[in-house]
């Protein structure tokens, strides 16, 4: 009877009602700890900015004149295909790496220390999002820059702005599923493995890299409905003209899909994870 009458209000202290502004408060002190992280560790920051410029180079120059000249203007008239293409892979990859970040977290003791603060859960979580969407935009700044440098033409700036925040928002979005894999799985290496197994086929088995004109029939059914696929498509619509309405709802369709599903998961995760 006494052990139950000590542990109720112990209860209560370890996980008391947190407001929403508190909540704000902890999630600004939480970026600016990961801010000041990455400053002390520039290396981090490598993947947001050499990712890009490879990719960017590797596509024009070894795949921009073949592929180019089923466009009917070759290698120029790829880059103008394939830049906006790439930046709906910048979200993809900023993900995968929030998750192993996050599994590396847990394994070094840090997010114990977390869960043991009287700071709210989702916190955490809304604080390593930020600073992810942060190096996505960066990433994304670097690729416009090399693209520009390789020949693509920005003709339309508020376009290429929307597109940008799109691709900040389904990014957004596909960090709940690899926050909540940094959760549950029981090694870096294996979030990393469940990526590249789920998001290889999502990249490929899409328009970021190719016209899906020339694939069978069922998976150019496959690649009208995925993600990656309209996201790549709103993006050049947006950018450098072309149809935008269905990549557009599409995107946000599985953004707001994948955020309401897995978002409360991954929080729930986070504070049960023994």
């Given amino acids: 009877m006494s052990s139950a009458t000590v542990e109720a209000p112990l209860a209560v202290e370890a996980d008391p009602r947190i407001s929403l502004r508190a909540h704000a408060r902890h999630t600004g002190a939480l970026i600016r700890r990961n801010l000041l992280w990455i400053r002390q560790d520039p290396e981090s920051m490598f993947d947001a900015i050499l990712f890009p410029v490879i990719f960017t180079l590797l596509f ?6 073949s592929i180019g000249q089923s466009l009917g203007g070759g290698q120029e008239a790829y880059v103008q295909y ?26 070094s003791g840090v997010m114990d220390r977390f869960r ?15 600073v992810e969407v942060m190096r996505m935009l960066i990433a994304t700044a670097v690729l416009m820059v090399v693209g520009v440098l390789v020949g693509f ?7 290429l702005f929307a597109s940008v925040g799109l691709s900040a928002i389904f990014g957004s979005a596909l960090m709940w599923v690899f926050l909540t894999l940094g959760v549950i799985m029981k090694s870096a290496q294996s979030v990393q493995a469940m990526g ?14 190719a016209p899906t004109n020339s694939m069978p029939g069922w998976l150019q059914n496959f690649t009208e409905y995925n ?4 996201l790549a498509d709103a993006a050049r619509g947006l950018m450098v003209g072309g149809p935008v309405q269905h990549g557009l709802w599409v995107t946000l369709g599985w953004s707001l899909g994948l955020t309401v599903v897995m978002a409360p998961i991954a929080i ?7």
């Fill in 153 to 159: 033409h920005i003709t339309n700036w508020p376009g």
């Fill in 82 to 107: 394939v830049v906006p293409g790439l930046m709906a892979m910048m979200g993809m990859n900023m993900a995968q790496g929030v998750g192993t970040g996050f599994n590396t977290d847990f394994n």
């Fill in 60 to 65: 024009v120059y070894v795949f921009g004149g």
């Fill in 227 to 230: 993600p990656l696929s309209s």
């Fill in 196 to 209: 590249f197994l789920v998001l290889m086929p999502l990249q490929f088995g899409s328009s970021i890299f």
């Fill in 116 to 130: 043991s603060l009287p700071i709210g859960r989702g916190s955490v979580l809304f604080a390593k999002i930020a």
């Fill in 268 to 274: 729930h995760k986070f504070r049960t994870k023994s």
